[in-house]
């Protein structure tokens, strides 16, 4: 058991960049990134003006990095 954890931590060493460049350039991933953003900022920031709405939600996606890689 010990061997095979050994053998995925290594693996997960080994491509975790790799999958972390996948994953921000997934338009998929700021789909998503956006969608909760834009939720967030519905259910904490009273924003009424759309336009601000949509740049603080930009900006706190922007905000977001992954891991260390």
Do not use: W, Y
Request: proline share 1%; net charge negative.
């Amino acid at each position: 058991m010990f061997s095979q954890t050994k053998a995925l931590d290594l693996l997960k060493d080994g491509f975790k960049t790799e999958f972390a460049t996948k994953v921000f350039e997934d338009e998929r991933f700021f789909e998503l990134l956006m969608d909760m953003s834009v939720d967030f900022v519905d259910e904490n920031i009273p924003i009424v003006d759309d336009e601000v709405r949509h740049d603080l939600a930009l900006l706190l996606c922007e905000s977001i990095k992954l891991g260390n890689f």
